[in-house]
């Protein structure tokens, strides 16, 4: 079935530093990271100890509360280390290329196969780890069948990758996987794709298989926006979750027999010298990506979009789910009466500044707060870029206070850190939006297990 959604609420943030369409094959680095804190509520167990031979999908741990789900190495190599922290939590494993590129041979089972065998495989080959389980946006839970499926084919985020450029010619994989995706529900699987599409006739046409085309700001190609449109989350019902990148590597492990850790990102932002695609691999180092790309030496290398990204080092690691690597100014200057200035070189989603009168300009933006924390008031701004049928305002100040059955009447199983990431950007108060959403994430978590 073919749907049609258009959003009006939303707030595209327009930066300078879009990648041309081209893809730049680079060498594998020598040095890979995979770091526990890319999933969320897991509890790892180390199988791989320092010095041990690894191939591509050897196990390299476990959670320890579903030992049946195991994270594999993105290549072949050696444990070089085991990076802890305070009482001894696994920050990273790190692991040294040795460029022969063996690998652990799968016995891939037929789409027509049980649930539990294929769940079986997806859990053996490093797979499951990219199927995400509503609510709380936490790696999906093996024994529950969801009441759908959500993929999103289409990024929203600021300098995101287009998907339509990057899946173009692959539609043949992406339908093969999709047949095994939709053993794990008796539901539907939705995709939402970006209107008028390439990719769209593709999946036409299959069982249960439901298109939806969007149109409107971000964050309509979220798949929390799909989810509360078509098919709501309410209390005790389960979603599984998708993104494009996520999908292609489902497909592409299917079709080769085993785990395959490449992956296209996409290098973009004010400061990089050439903004392009790169093909990489899950858990790279971005020293070779960054190489000579860079600039303005004063600035801020994220693994991830703006919204959501996360901060990180030139030696850094890429991150496990992540399609982008951002690289802007630090905003660490002092600006003194910049809310007095006519703004014309400035983005605002309101019409504080003059440069609303040229909408389709492209800005340098830093990482300045422009002012410190704020009183908590209700303005009406979340509301403006928050397409949920929820009050985002009212459900953060319910989280705060740790009022659950506020939380649970005000829609927290609706949504994730991603979902309110633009409110946290609009916030006059300055208020951490995101980080108040995750502790009320994990609270409601630890109280309904």
């Not at 085309?213 to 019902?237: C, M, Q, R, W, Y």
């Not at 996520?246 to 079709?255: E, G, P, S, Y």
Request: aromatic share 10%; net charge neutral.
């Amino acid at each position: 079935m073919e749907y049609k959604l258009k959003i009006r609420k939303g707030l595209n943030i327009r930066l300078k530093g879009e990648a041309s369409k081209k893809i730049k094959e680079i060498e594998a680095p020598d040095n890979f990271a995979i770091k526990p804190s890319d999933f969320h509520a897991i509890k790892p167990k180390v199988i791989a100890k320092p010095e041990t031979k690894l191939k591509i999908g050897s196990p390299v741990f476990f959670d320890k509360n579903n030992p049946e789900i195991v994270f594999v190495s993105p290549i072949s190599g050696t444990v070089t280390e085991i990076v802890r922290g305070e009482k001894r939590k696994i920050l990273q494993i790190n692991i040294k290329n040795d460029f022969k590129n063996d690998y652990e041979k799968l016995e891939v089972p037929a789409y027509t196969d049980s649930r539990e065998r294929i769940v079986e495989f997806f859990c053996k080959s490093g797979l499951w780890q990219f199927f995400k389980q509503r609510p709380y946006g936490i790696i999906a839970d093996t024994k529950l069948v969801p009441k759908s499926i959500f993929i999103s084919l289409y990024d929203t985020a600021p300098l995101a990758p287009d998907y339509d450029y990057l899946l173009d010619g692959k539609q043949k994989l992406l339908t093969n996987a999709l047949y095994y995706i939709s053993s794990l529900t008796n539901g539907n699987v939705y995709i939402g794709l970006r209107k008028d599409s390439k990719l769209l006739k593709a999946f036409v046409g299959i069982n249960n298989i439901n298109t939806i085309e969007i149109s409107g700001p971000h964050p309509a190609g979220n798949v929390g926006t799909l989810i509360n449109k078509f098919d709501p989350i309410n209390k005790d019902e389960t979603v599984f979750t998708l993104n494009a990148q996520d999908l292609l590597h489902i497909a592409n492990t299917i079709d080769k027999g085993y785990f395959s850790a490449e992956r296209t990102i996409v290098l973009s932002g004010s400061e990089v010298k050439e903004p392009k695609y790169i093909k990489t691999f899950l858990g790279a180092s971005v020293s070779n990506i960054i190489d000579g790309q860079i600039s303005n030496e004063n600035c801020r290398i994220i693994s991830g979009n703006v919204l959501t990204g996360t901060k990180i080092e030139k030696d850094g690691a890429l991150g496990f789910f992540e399609n982008q690597l951002c690289i802007i100014p630090e905003g660490n200057e002092y600006e003194m009466f910049g809310w007095l200035l006519p703004g014309l070189k400035k983005f605002s989603s309101s019409r504080l500044y003059f440069s609303f009168l040229t909408p389709n300009k492209k800005y340098t933006i830093n990482t300045n707060f422009h002012g410190g924390h704020r009183p908590f008031v209700m303005t009406g701004q979340y509301e403006k870029v928050c397409p949920f049928d929820i009050l985002p305002q009212h459900l953060i100040k319910a989280i705060i206070v740790k009022d659950i059955d506020k939380m649970e009447q005000l829609g927290i199983y609706e949504v994730i850190e991603e979902d309110l990431a633009l409110c946290e950007f609009v916030c006059t108060s300055k208020t951490e939006v995101q980080s108040i959403l995750h502790e009320g994430l994990e609270l409601m978590r630890e109280e309904m297990s």
